[in-house]
């Protein structure tokens, strides 16, 4: 055996199966101190998931952050030893060509090592860039590590066409980014600033008072490997951002059968359709995510249906994209809010069904003559 096929080999010790009661899917760790990386799909809105190692042990971790707009998650091994983390590469460095290894399980085959080249580096779907690559992925497959030849980490599996080798996994680059975000910013004098929700807290505190991101003592791990937690996003049915997006939704037409809000979702019924708008606050700054029901995907029409939910996500003019989730699809949309006047949410929500019905038209059988 090669030195390099033993280097990737050695790296299913940090790749882990992920479960819940809908499903499985895949992910690594990515820091010493417990850090899982996976698809946002994959841990849906659940706030722990089993996870099972290269070992077969198996333990419960928490979800402690979700980033929609990129489709990833972060979970928590609180365990006291944890498998090494994988290396992740510089995003600059993925070039068109080279040989990667995706490492999942497809289809419930658990462990299972894949080889193939990088076609595209910086394919922006979904709002987000991809290596595009013709490594096979499969459900299951989602949250893996994507490894070059060093065995770094320069992808995540995300989603793909199998029948035609157009596969996609978001960019290491935001894998970076979302760590990150985990740092505690300095503040002066006696308090910390926490950048998930931007409260201050007194220096002896142990855990954010708002939002309860852990804050970082001196002489610590560093920051970046340290979690934070991503529970229900701290932000209340009356909140004005909230009420803005309840007198948005009021002005679409025809006018929705019903407009309601649990916290910090608005569930709007309209034209049919049950939209989910959900207010996040952000790292930086608040964000609207707007989602539609999820479709079924039967596994005799996968392919079909997935092609044409590509083809609608590659029409650069539509804001709202087609995702999967544990084998249904969905439209999302997700922008900031800073950004958006009050038209241009009530477009948005909008643009959701409008992809939503484009979608189910393309969709639909083609008539047998």
Request: with cysteine; hydrophobic share 40%.
């Amino acid at each position: 055996m090669s030195d390099g096929a033993k280097l990737i080999r050695d790296r299913l010790r940090s790749v882990v199966i992920i479960r819940d009661s809908l499903g499985a899917g895949s992910g690594f760790y990515v820091a010493d101190t417990g850090i899982i990386v996976t698809n946002a799909h994959v841990v849906g809105p659940m706030l722990a998931m089993s996870v099972q190692r290269f070992d077969r042990s198996k333990r419960e971790s928490r979800v402690v952050r979700v980033a929609t707009a990129y489709d990833l998650a972060l979970l928590w091994d609180q365990t006291a030893a944890v498998p090494p983390p994988l290396p992740l590469a510089d995003s600059a460095d993925v070039a068109h060509g080279e040989t990667v290894y995706a490492i999942g399980h497809p289809v419930g085959l658990d462990f299972t090592i894949t080889r193939g080249i990088v076609s595209a580096t910086n394919r922006l779907m979904n709002g987000a860039y991809h290596v595009q690559t013709d490594v096979v992925m499969h459900p299951g497959s989602s949250g893996g590590p994507i490894l070059n030849e060093r065995a770094q980490v320069v992808g995540v599996s995300t989603f793909g066409l199998r029948s035609d080798g157009l596969n996609f996994a978001l960019s290491v680059r935001y894998v970076h980014e979302l760590l990150g975000q985990m740092v505690v910013k300095p503040s002066s004098g006696n308090a910390r600033r926490c950048v998930v929700c931007g409260t201050k807290n007194l220096r002896v505190r142990r855990s954010c008072r708002k939002c309860g991101v852990p804050l970082e003592a001196e002489g610590e791990a560093p920051p970046s490997s340290r979690p934070a937690r991503a529970s229900t996003p701290p932000i209340a049915a009356e909140d004005p951002t909230v009420l803005r997006i309840r007198r948005c939704a009021d002005r679409l037409e025809p006018r929705p059968a019903s407009i309601a809000s649990r916290g910090c979702v608005v569930e709007i019924a309209w034209r049919g359709c049950a939209l989910t708008a959900t207010v996040f606050p952000g790292a930086s700054e608040p964000y609207l995510s707007v989602t539609s029901p999820a479709l079924d995907l039967p596994a005799d029409e996968s392919a079909r249906l997935m092609r044409t939910a590509l083809e609608l996500n590659m029409q650069t003019s539509l804001e709202a994209k087609i995702g999967l989730r544990g084998g249904q699809l969905y439209v999302a949309a997700d922008r900031a809010l800073e950004a958006l006047d009050d038209e241009e949410i009530v477009a948005l929500l909008k643009r959701v069904v409008d992809v939503r019905e484009a979608f189910l038209a393309q969709a639909a059988p083609p008539e047998k003559s």
